[in-house]
C-alpha cells in the first residue's frame, strides 16, 4: 500500500486484466469504523455492511460503477484503490525509446491546485502543461481538445436523431463522457442503451486519435506512444481498460491515473508546482474552446452542445453564449431552449445516480419530453470526481464532530444488533 | 468558513435519518451543522465557479463554441483527417462505440437475495 495524496493505493496493475471483473475500490477492514457514510453516497448499493461488526465491503464489482464517492467521503481513509498505474508511468517516462503522451481532462485542472496550497477551483491549466513537460512528456496533448470534438460527434448525432429518430438510435439521447454513467446503464438500464450517444467520450476520442492523427502530424511511430489519460475519475481506470477501445490498432488509452495521482508525481519528482510559468498544450490535439473546459462541471456538457445545436437548427449566431439555464449544482434541471427555425428543445441535466435514475424510470415509461439529457455520476460533476484531491474537510483529526457522529452511529448500529 | 467545519451536510443527513438520541446530539451544535453544510458545497461551487470563470476569460480561452476551435475546423476540413465530417465514415470508426448488456452480474446479485439499490 502506498499513500498518495491520502489516498491508499494497493498496487500496480496485473497485465490483462479484465476490468468487469475488478474493483477498482475496497475497503480496509481494519480502517473501517462501520459508520456508513459510504451506504449514503453509494446509489448502487454496492457497498454493503457484512458481517457481525457491520464493517463495509464493496460487495461485487458487477454492482460497482468505480465513482470512488464512496472514498472521497470515508471519514476514516478506509476505503484504497485496488490499482495505480504511477510506476508505469514512471518506467516509460525513463525510456528513451518511448513517446509519453499526455491526456489532461478538463476537471483535473480545477482541482490540482489544491495538493499545492492553491485555493480551490484555481484554473492551473498551464502551470500543469507546464508539469506535464517537466515530468518528460514528449507530446503534451490536451482532453479538452476532444472535448470539442464530442461536441462535434455527438452533437451531430443528437441533431441526427431529432431529425430521424429510429428504433437504433431514439430520442432522448443521453450523454456518455461519464464512465460510472455508462457501466450504470449497462447494468442497471440495458434496455436504454440505444438512447445513450455511440459518441465515445472524450478520453476515449483522444486516445484513438493520438495514435492515428496524431501520429501522423508529429511524425512519430504510434508503436512508440504511450498515452497516459489523467482524470478526476476513478471510474476512467475502467473505462481505459474496455477491450474494444482499440480503434487505433493498438491501446488507444495505456493506462489512467488520477489527479491524486498526478500531484503525487509532482512532487515525487520535486517539482516547484507553484513557481512554474503558464505553458500551452501542444496544439494538433491540444487546443480547446470554453465550451471544452466546462465539461468539468455538471451541466457544462449540456451547454457546451447547445452552442452547436443552436446554430446549426437555426443557421443564426448564438450571440450569449451563457445559457445559465442548464447550469446545475447537483440534483436535476430541466430547460426548454427556444431555437429560431426549430422551436424548443427540451433538456435535462442531473448529477448523482439517484437522479439519473427518476429520468430512466420517465424514458422506460416513454413519458421523457425531452430531447437530450446529461447525466454525471459524482453530485456537481467531474469537478467533484472519486479521482480529485480530498476535501480536507472530510476526514476525521483527532477531534472534530464528524468523529462524534460517526461513534455514536457506531454505537445505535451495535445496539440495534444486541 | 470556520475552524470546527469537519462535518458535513452528509453527516447532517445521516444525523436526520437517525435516531432521537442523535437528534438531541445535533440540537446542540445546529450552528456548527448548518456551516459545515455550507462548508461542503463551498468546495464544489468554488471548483465550479473556477470553470465558468475560465470559460469567459480570453486570456485562457479564445473561443467558446467547439466548431470555432480553428483545430476542430483543421481535423474535420475538407482535405482534413475526417474530411467527410462529424459522424462520417471514418469517424464512427475511430470516435464512436457501442456497449454491452452487463446486467447479468446485477441479477445474480438478486437472485442471491442481495437489496441493491437500482
Not at chain 1, 457491520?54 to 460503477?65: W, Y
Not at chain 2, 471514418?90 to 441493491?116: E, M, N
Request: charged share 25%.
Amino acid at each position: 500500500m502506498q499513500d498518495m495524496e491520502k489516498v491508499m493505493m494497493k498496487g500496480s496493475a496485473p497485465k490483462n486484466i479484465d476490468p468487469t471483473k475488478f474493483s477498482f475500490v475496497q475497503v480496509d477492514a481494519a480502517k473501517c469504523q462501520a459508520c456508513g457514510t459510504c451506504d449514503d453516497v453509494c446509489k448502487t448499493g454496492a457497498i454493503q455492511a457484512v458481517g457481525k461488526d457491520e464493517k463495509r465491503k464493496v460487495l461485487d464489482p458487477a454492482a460497482c460503477v468505480n465513482c470512488g464517492q464512496c472514498l472521497v467521503n470515508c471519514p476514516y481513509g478506509a476505503i484504497y484503490e485496488e490499482i495505480s498505474f504511477v510506476d508505469e508511468v514512471f518506467k516509460a517516462l525513463k525510456d528513451p525509446n518511448t513517446v509519453v503522451v499526455s491526456m489532461p481532462a478538463p476537471a483535473v485542472r480545477y482541482a490540482l491546485g489544491e495538493a499545492f496550497g492553491l485555493p480551490a477551483g484555481t484554473h492551473v491549466g498551464g502551470k500543469m502543461h507546464a508539469a506535464l513537460r517537466k515530468l518528460g512528456f514528449k507530446l503534451v496533448w490536451d482532453n479538452e481538445f476532444t472535448a470539442d470534438v464530442t461536441i462535434m460527434e455527438e452533437g451531430t448525432e443528437l441533431l441526427n436523431r431529432v431529425k430521424k429518430p429510429s428504433h437504433g438510435a431514439p430520442l432522448p439521447q443521453f450523454t456518455s463522457c461519464c464512465p460510472g454513467w455508462v457501466k450504470f446503464v449497462e447494468a442497471f438500464y440495458p434496455e436504454l442503451i440505444p438512447n445513450l450517444s455511440s459518441a465515445k467520450s472524450p478520453i476515449g476520442m483522444l486516445g484513438a486519435l493520438a495514435k492515428t492523427y496524431g501520429a501522423k502530424q508529429t511524425k512519430t511511430d504510434p508503436a512508440k506512444m504511450f498515452t497516459v489519460s489523467i482524470m478526476p475519475c476513478i471510474a476512467k481506470k475502467y473505462e481505459g481498460l474496455r477491450p474494444e477501445l482499440a480503434a487505433s490498432g493498438y491501446r488507444d488509452t495505456d493506462v489512467t491515473i488520477t489527479t491524486r495521482e498526478l500531484a503525487y508525481m509532482i512532487k515525487k519528482a520535486g517539482i516547484d508546482f507553484k513557481s512554474l510559468k503558464d505553458e500551452a498544450a501542444d496544439p494538433i490535439l491540444g487546443e480547446a474552446t470554453g465550451a471544452a473546459t466546462i465539461f468539468a462541471t455538471s451541466g457544462g456538457v449540456m451547454e457546451a452542445a447547445l452552442r452547436l445545436a443552436y446554430e446549426v437548427l437555426s443557421g443564426d449566431k448564438l450571440k450569449d453564449v451563457d445559457l445559465k439555464g442548464v447550469r446545475a449544482h447537483e440534483g436535476i434541471k430541466t430547460a426548454s431552449v427556444d431555437v429560431p427555425k426549430f422551436g424548443k428543445v427540451n433538456v435535462a441535466v442531473a448529477s448523482g445516480l439517484d437522479n439519473a435514475k427518476k429520468l430512466c424510470d420517465e424514458v422506460k415509461a416513454g413519458k421523457s419530453p425531452h430531447h437530450f439529457i446529461e447525466i454525471m455520476t459524482c453530485p456537481g460533476g467531474c469537478v467533484n470526481g472519486g479521482g480529485q484531491i480530498l476535501n480536507p474537510s472530510v476526514l476525521v483529526g483527532d477531534s472534530g464532530c464528524r468523529k462524534v457522529f460517526a461513534e455514536i452511529n457506531k454505537r445505535l448500529a451495535m445496539k440495534a444488533q444486541a | 468558513m470556520s475552524e470546527n467545519t469537519d462535518c458535513t451536510r452528509r453527516d447532517f443527513l445521516k444525523l436526520a435519518g437517525t435516531a432521537a438520541a442523535v437528534a438531541a446530539v445535533a440540537a446542540t451544535v445546529p450552528g456548527m451543522v448548518g456551516e459545515a453544510q455550507a462548508a461542503e458545497l463551498d468546495l464544489v461551487t468554488k471548483r465550479q465557479t473556477g470553470v465558468y470563470a475560465a470559460d469567459a476569460n480570453p486570456k485562457l480561452y479564445k473561443a467558446r463554441k467547439s466548431q470555432e476551435n480553428p483545430m476542430v475546423q483543421k481535423l474535420y476540413a475538407k482535405d482534413g483527417f475526417l474530411h467527410d465530417g462529424p459522424t462520417g465514415h471514418k469517424a464512427h470508426l475511430l470516435l464512436h462505440t457501442h456497449y454491452f448488456d452487463r446486467s447479468a452480474g446485477v441479477k445474480a446479485l438478486k437472485a442471491k437475495g442481495i437489496k441493491l439499490k437500482a
